[in-house]
């Protein structure tokens, strides 16, 4: 079955500095996401991606955050001046052509961020 | 808005006994509903879904879920689990028509030998 990649799978950044999270959604997707996960907490949907601009967002996605869909293969989020609050798993997502496009989402391992 | 209650954070089982875990829901409109789980170390792989038709919703690795639109339920059952089914899983809702997914807090299976 296809993947989502993720990089780095674990990253440690220091307070108030920026960090880019990569992911490779599955070739032929159209919806991208990012979803955390803040240990012992639940999945949290962050922001969906869709011809190239944001289609939904939620709270938690405030002016801190962005993604951005810089070539045809990568999708990133970034957090500009991260705190420590935002230590979590980031998970990035795609789903297809399906005619809607949350019937199946394909989640990569995730990238664990550490706030220092 | 959409929400997801899964009650247990943790279930220990024997190995080779049944299982069900419980998962209920609230949406204003139709829904569509999904079990993820979440290996050690990994991301989160669908499990199965139900988006409408059949109640009743089979999976991989042995696992199904029904549809219980007057509880507003949608339990996974297995009835015989493995020392691999090992995991954590997280019931989630979409709206029909939405992109975004709302997740439970998850379950913890602890398979026991």
């Known amino acids: 079955e296809p993947e989502v990649t993720q990089t780095p799978s674990h990253q440690v950044t220091q307070m108030g500095q920026e960090v880019i999270l990569r992911c490779v959604p599955i070739?032929?997707?159209?919806?991208f996401y990012w979803y955390r996960q803040i240990l012992g907490q639940k999945v949290e949907f962050l922001v969906s991606?869709?011809?190239?601009?944001?289609?939904?967002k939620s709270e938690i996605f405030d002016d801190q955050f962005s993604v951005e869909r810089p070539d045809g293969s990568n999708f990133t989020l970034k957090i500009r001046s991260t705190k420590l609050e935002d230590s979590a798993m980031y998970f990035c997502?795609?789903?297809?052509?399906?005619?809607?496009?949350?019937?199946?989402?394909?989640f990569g391992s995730g990238t664990q961020l550490s706030v220092l | 808005a959409q929400s997801v209650t899964q009650l247990d954070s943790q279930v220990p089982v024997f190995e080779e006994a049944p299982v069900e875990l419980r998962c209920n829901y609230s949406?204003?409109?139709?829904?569509?509903l999904f079990w993820y789980v979440q290996y050690p170390n990994q991301g989160l792989q669908l499990l199965l879904k139900?988006?409408?038709?059949?109640?009743l919703v089979k999976g991989i690795n042995g696992f199904e879920a029904e549809f219980n639109k007057s509880q507003t339920s949608f339990h996974l059952r297995k009835p015989s689990v493995h020392i691999s089914d090992t995991a954590e899983y997280f019931c989630?809702?979409?709206?029909?028509?939405?992109?975004?997914?709302?997740f439970g807090t998850g379950t913890k299976l602890q398979v026991i030998p």
């Open positions: 070739s032929n997707h159209l919806y």
């Open positions: 949406s204003s409109v139709s829904v569509y």
């Open positions: 139900y988006l409408s038709g059949s109640t």
């Open positions: 989630a809702v979409s709206d029909r028509g939405y992109q975004k997914v709302t």
């Open positions: 997502a795609s789903s297809g052509r399906d005619r809607e496009a949350n019937e199946k989402l394909f």
């Open positions: 991606f869709y011809n190239n601009e944001i289609s939904e």
